[in-house]
């Protein structure tokens, strides 16, 4: 294919387009081009090898599932991003929208309300009537609706009992029962919870059990605001873990999540879980950005070879000077 930069006429002094050659039989823009796709191609020539180049660079980069926030409902959520690319913000485009209106959601509600008062709303005067069978699903008994929608009937608004009959409970019914009265009056006046020694040490035990018989869940925490990254089925908190992972795969370390626990004092005995471990080489390893006391407690009475990496070793990952041992 031929590109030229000046107008083309052909014998029959006919104007042609500069890019894919074609007679031009309407005009377009300035006469020089057939359509915008051949005018867009004729702006890119120059630096078309370069964009080629760039976009082959960028799908050459991994996938990896990133755990984060929304920003509008704060849950969390996957999304699948290339690698060192930022992750998505929101969860869902109803979220996104909904933020976009977040600051000015005050004077929208002021301008609607404006607009409708004075006005009558459209079900203002109207009875609706009861003539929609539909079927209880906490009691199965039929009864007639407003809507085809309803789930439940007026003895069970929202699937709940409208009322409790407490003199046919069991004393451990009604023990509990006290409880949940006693809590909800607490949340209503905002005052904490109290909890009893007997009963934090017995939360305390059965944690330190469940962390033990399952340290995997209890390693794939999002500790504050770090980004959580799902690579080859393994939970990695931050850039600098999945740095250092990439790494030790690439040098056919094999690098696994340690899942075994290590006692140390630090206001009690408590576990110490290692980020990685390295078979090959027998040793474990931390990824570690800002170091504490307790950090230190860690590692003086770790009885395995810990290497401990900080940010000076995270740049030599990043420049390819690395060496572990």
């Known amino acids: 294919m031929k590109f030229l930069g000046s107008n083309i006429?052909?014998?029959?002094?006919?104007?042609?387009?500069?890019?894919?050659?074609?007679?031009?039989?309407?005009?377009?823009?300035?006469?020089?081009?057939?359509?915008?796709?051949?005018?867009?191609?004729?702006?890119?020539?120059?630096?078309?090898?370069?964009?080629?180049?760039?976009?082959?660079?960028?799908?050459?980069?991994?996938?990896?599932?990133?755990?984060?926030?929304?920003?509008?409902?704060?849950?969390?959520?996957?999304?699948?991003?290339?690698?060192?690319?930022?992750?998505?913000?929101?969860?869902?485009?109803?979220?996104?929208?909904?933020?976009?209106?977040?600051?000015?959601?005050?004077?929208?509600?002021?301008?609607?309300?404006?607009?409708?008062?004075?006005?009558?709303?459209?079900?203002?005067?109207?009875?609706?009537?009861?003539?929609?069978?539909?079927?209880?699903?906490?009691?199965?008994?039929?009864?007639?609706?407003?809507?085809?929608?309803?789930?439940?009937?007026?003895?069970?608004?929202?699937?709940?009992?409208?009322?409790?009959?407490?003199?046919?409970?069991?004393e451990e019914e009604r023990k509990l029962f006290d409880l949940k009265q006693k809590r909800s009056i607490k949340r209503a006046l905002n005052l904490p919870f109290k909890m009893s020694e007997e009963k934090r040490k017995h939360l305390s035990e059965v944690m330190k059990r469940k962390a033990k018989e399952n340290p995997d869940v209890f390693l794939g925490g999002n500790r504050g605001k770090v980004k959580t990254f799902i690579i080859d089925g393994i939970k990695l908190l931050g850039m600098w873990e999945v740095l250092f992972y990439q790494w030790a795969k690439e040098s056919s370390l094999n690098p696994k999540r340690c899942l075994t626990s290590f006692p140390y004092e630090w206001n009690g005995i408590r576990n110490y879980y290692p980020d990685f471990y390295l078979p090959t080489l027998n040793v474990y390893v931390e990824v570690k950005g800002f170091e504490t006391e307790r950090d230190r407690a860690k590692w003086t009475h770790f009885p395995e070879e810990l290497i401990v990496l900080r940010k000076k070793e995270i740049e030599e990952i990043k420049k390819g000077t690395f060496r572990l041992i």
């Open 9 to 170: 006429f052909s014998s029959m002094n006919e104007k042609l387009c500069e890019v894919c050659e074609k007679i031009l039989n309407e005009k377009y823009g300035s006469g020089r081009f057939c359509g915008f796709d051949c005018k867009q191609r004729f702006i890119s020539l120059k630096n078309r090898e370069e964009k080629n180049i760039k976009i082959a660079e960028r799908l050459k980069k991994p996938l990896i599932d990133v755990e984060t926030n929304c920003e509008n409902c704060n849950q969390q959520f996957i999304c699948t991003i290339k690698l060192n690319s930022s992750p998505k913000r929101f969860c869902t485009i109803k979220c996104s929208r909904s933020f976009s209106t977040k600051n000015t959601r005050k004077e929208i509600n002021k301008k609607v309300s404006d607009t409708l008062a004075g006005k009558p709303g459209w079900s203002r005067g109207k009875k609706l009537e009861k003539k929609f069978e539909a079927t209880c699903q906490k009691c199965n008994e039929t009864f007639l609706a407003t809507r085809r929608s309803k789930n439940f009937c007026d003895k069970h608004p929202r699937g709940r009992e409208s009322y409790l009959d407490i003199s046919n409970m069991s």
